[in-house]
């Protein structure tokens, strides 16, 4: 089956620095690569995606960016903000699965 | 307007008892799921449910039982719960075809004791 693996597990940047949280998974099928945020004791919330017709991906400060040769994809998050703190998990699915495979995800802490 | 919505919030129960958590969804999808987040925030699927019917169910002990009485519903009875059952379980829901966006329910903070 799928396996996502996620790096790094925690991630401390100052207010304003890039942030980029890298994921790799093992199934050349998965063709849907969403990426989500969650709070302290809130639900999942999706931020980004990206389907394999793309390399990359850009809303505002996020940016995803994908490589299906090497089977990696990664988020990028520029000046980061205090508000950006939380746990980011990197998932992966391909069509007809109906289930997200996710990474162990990312705590990110952004130090004003 | 609530898209996704469960109860409990919180449950806290002995070992041994049975217990229900229900889900339900208001955005017209097809696609239902389960998912257990653990202690370390692994995110896991357990079942998934296309159109009531069960698509993927993840080696699941079968003290699990979901069941999906129509499309906006989907509901999750532990039988016998044990100790490790303690996690945070996420209900989600999305479109036909598992490449549309999940979105989560508030999650039902389950403690076995």
């Known amino acids: 089956g799928e396996n996502v693996e996620q790096h790094p597990s925690t991630l401390s940047v100052q207010e304003g620095d890039s942030a980029v949280i890298k994921c790799t998974y093992s199934d050349s099928a998965s063709n849907y690569f969403p990426w989500y945020k969650q709070e302290l004791g809130k639900r999942p919330q999706l931020i980004i995606d990206i389907r394999s017709n793309v390399g990359e991906k850009k809303d505002q400060r996020i940016a995803v960016t994908l490589n299906k040769t090497a089977k990696h994809f990664s988020l990028h998050i520029t000046e980061t903000q205090p508000e950006d703190s939380a746990v980011y998990f990197c998932?992966?699915?391909?069509?007809?699965?109906?289930?997200?495979?996710f990474g162990s995800g990312t705590r990110l802490q952004v130090q004003p | 307007d609530t898209a996704v919505s469960q109860t409990p919030k919180y449950l806290v129960t002995q070992m041994g008892n049975d217990k229900s958590i229900k889900c339900e969804q208001n955005?017209?999808?097809?696609?239902m799921y389960w998912y257990k987040q653990d202690s370390k925030k692994f995110l896991k699927i357990m079942f998934s449910?296309?159109?009531?019917?069960?698509?993927i169910n993840e080696t699941v002990p079968n003290r699990f039982s979901p069941k999906s009485p129509d499309k906006a519903h989907l509901n999750l009875h532990i039988n016998s719960l044990e100790l490790g059952d303690s996690a945070v379980y996420f209900c989600?829901?999305?479109?036909?075809?598992?490449?549309?966006?999940?979105?989560f329910g508030p999650g039902t903070r389950l403690t076995v004791l």
């Open positions: 989600a829901s999305s479109g036909t075809g598992g490449l549309d966006t999940q979105y």
């Open positions: 998932a992966a699915t391909y069509t007809g699965r109906r289930a997200l495979t």
């Open positions: 955005l017209g999808h097809d696609t």
């Open positions: 449910y296309n159109n009531k019917e069960l698509i």
